[in-house]
């Protein structure tokens, strides 16, 4: 299911007409309080998740379990290793995002692209979902970290995702972006592009 994740602020009904002329199928929306929800009847899939930012451990755990009850998605940002090892193995978060925003610098021969076998184990173990934010593409560095990240991912079968993060209405990535995306993973990596874009 061709799928976008957006982070709306009382325009939702504007991001639904223009991700339906845009080919989407599904949206999800973050909000970062449970009080910012707005339900929407729509004709495409709406799913309803809240971006958590905490990272002490104990009032993480409390925050996203006080959220699945509610019955919503749960997004939380990487942050260094240790924390993104225990987001992903003990707690019942749906998808992390940013891992390649790691703000240590890349070694000699490899890059610290905040996955690797450990991290993708746990995560397809426990379902954990890995996204990529496409307003990231544009740096050189996060774009390489990212193309790691997505070999790592399809060599041990974890699912992932993109979306744009837009905010705005402007920010959401065009059809025509999204292809260019694919050609370019393609033209380094000889990358499949039936498996970009889709949320299964």
């Given at each position: 299911m061709k799928t976008d994740i957006v982070l709306?602020?009382?325009?939702?009904?504007?991001f639904i007409e223009l991700g339906r002329r845009l080919g989407f199928?599904?949206?999800i929306f973050v909000y970062e309080e449970l009080s910012d929800f707005k339900v929407i009847e729509s004709e495409l899939k709406i799913d309803y998740?809240?971006?958590v930012s905490e990272k002490n451990k104990k009032n993480l755990v409390k925050k996203i379990n006080k959220i699945k009850q509610k019955g919503f998605l749960v997004l939380v940002k990487a942050e260094d290793e240790k924390f993104n090892r225990f987001v992903l193995e003990r707690t019942r978060v749906d998808m992390i995002y940013g891992l390649e925003l790691s703000r240590r610098k890349d070694a000699m021969h490899y890059r610290r692209s905040g996955l690797?076998?450990?991290?993708?184990?746990?995560?397809?173990e426990r379902g954990k979902k890995v996204v990529f934010s496409l307003k990231?593409?544009?740096?050189?560095l996060?774009?390489?970290r990212m193309i790691q990240n997505i070999k790592f991912c399809k060599k041990y079968k974890v699912n992932f995702l993109f979306g744009s993060f837009?905010?705005?209405?402007?920010?959401?990535r065009s059809e025509h972006d999204l292809k260019w995306f694919v050609r370019l993973?393609?033209?380094k990596f000889l990358y499949t592009e039936k498996l970009l874009f889709k949320d299964k």
């Open positions: 709306p602020s009382g325009n939702e009904n504007e199928e599904k949206l998740c809240v971006l690797d076998q450990v991290l993708c184990k746990i995560a397809k990231e593409i544009f740096n050189p996060v774009l390489g837009a905010e705005k209405i402007g920010e959401m993973l393609q033209q």
